[in-house]
């Protein structure tokens, strides 16, 4: 596999170096939760959460059920935040590998109070005897979570359950990486309604636990509103959030240098000559005005290289920049490298992004994402399964 065309390389020391940069940023009494939902944004969760073990991060946060189940059986040991819901039928697997829910609501509390009381009937124990939740908020993201006016009885029904505790509460911004004043505003009302869950909480003599509302945006930029922890995705993996990039860090005295961890890379498979007159790929949309030569790379929109960056895309072959012309195919798609290119030959990489000054890449996953009017963690994810990640310090 290693051996692989189309492959991404995920360089170690940049998610190395990123964490250290946003531990900076933070109090030395505030909690991080790693986000390495979907793989690590399409880098390797298991690459993230071994270094994050490493280098003493508190918390990992998944999306999905069978993400814990595969850091736990790979021997991650850290806490696990599960972001979003999960059905009934895997409630017995939130147990098994003591993956941490975050839940709301009337029904949801009661049929996992009950479920988590047949699962101790049956004779299981858990680590620290009992089994830990954190209450999530909606503040006005308007995702999941309960209504600050309800947050106190949702902790009193969490507190009143045999085996479950409420260990945590959390919230999500909206308009956090916004950094126009209708932005900011929001997130200072939501983090006032935030503010209130947890206050409505206390009074009712339940101890919150750990209180949490910030991902990458917040955890850069608003020290003020860390809470407890706050939970980055993005720039561990080496990209700003929207808006608070690093211009804008900047100017609030804030140094924040990252670095992308991911680069997406093929090889020329073939070099064609082209007359002119004759066309490229399907629907024939591009066509050669001169004679010139077409170079094949073996990627295409099967591998994550979305269709609709075409027109537009360039990749990097040697130092230099080459358009790809007509459509991507699903597996594979054309450059023009122009007639009798001496400096490329077949078998030469072609960096389509990565960390801009290292390896070859000219573009980095935020440049290809504005071209695709999209945003840098839909252009990592999408890099599809097939694509071997190889993992270089
Ligand atoms: C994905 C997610 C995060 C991380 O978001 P970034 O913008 O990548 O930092 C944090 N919290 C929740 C609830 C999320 O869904």
Redesign the pocket.
């Known amino acids: 596999m290693k051996n692989e065309t189309t492959r991404a390389i995920i360089y170690r020391k940049n998610i190395e170096h990123n964490i250290s940069e946003i531990k900076k940023l933070l109090k030395p009494e505030t909690k991080m939760?790693v986000?390495v939902?979907a793989d690590g944004?399409g880098t390797s969760a298991l690459e993230t959460a071994r270094l994050c073990e490493e280098l003493g991060v508190d918390m990992l946060?998944i999306?999905r059920v069978n993400e814990g189940i595969e850091l736990r059986q790979e021997g991650i040991k850290l806490p696990l935040l599960l972001?979003?819901l999960c059905c009934p039928e895997e409630f017995e697997d939130l147990f098994k590998y003591e993956i941490t829910p975050?839940i709301f609501g009337r029904d949801h509390i009661t049929l996992l109070s009950e479920a988590c009381d047949d699962f101790v009937k049956k004779g299981n124990v858990f680590a620290d005897g009992f089994f830990n939740v954190h209450l999530a908020i909606d503040t006005g993201?308007g995702?999941i979570g309960c209504r600050k006016e309800e947050a106190a009885e949702q902790a009193k029904l969490i507190f009143s359950s045999k085996h479950l505790k409420l260990s945590g509460m959390?919230t999500?911004f909206a308009l956090?990486?916004c950094v126009e004043q209708k932005g900011i505003d929001y997130t200072n009302q939501q983090f006032e309604n935030f503010l209130e869950a947890v206050n409505a909480v206390k009074n009712a003599g339940i101890n919150p636990g750990i209180c949490?509302a910030?991902?990458?945006?917040i955890?850069c930029s608003r020290p003020d509103i860390h809470f407890d922890m706050v939970?980055?995705?993005?720039?561990?993996?080496g990209y700003y959030?929207d808006q608070v990039d690093k211009k804008y860090l900047a100017s609030k005295g804030i140094d924040l240098e990252l670095k992308p961890v991911m680069q997406f890379e093929t090889k020329v498979s073939a070099i064609r000559r082209f007359k002119p007159g004759q066309t490229v790929s399907y629907g024939r949309t591009w066509t050669s005005k001169k004679e010139t030569d077409i170079a094949v790379l073996p990627v295409g929109y099967a591998d994550g290289l979305l269709r609709r960056f075409s027109p537009g895309l360039k990749v990097a072959i040697n130092g230099k920049e080459y358009p790809v012309v007509g459509r991507i195919c699903m597996d594979q798609c054309m450059v023009d490298i122009g007639k009798d290119n001496k400096e490329i030959k077949c078998w030469d990489k072609a960096v389509i992004f990565g960390p801009v000054g290292q390896d070859g890449a000219l573009q980095d996953a935020e440049t290809l994402a504005a071209l695709g009017n999209t945003i840098s963690?839909e252009v990592m994810t999408s890099i599809s399964k097939r694509v071997p990640r190889i993992v270089v310090d």
């Open positions: 939760c986000a939902k944004y946060a999306a972001l979003s975050f993201m995702r959390g999500h956090s990486d949490h910030g991902a990458s945006a955890a939970r980055p995705g993005i720039i561990v993996y959030a963690y």
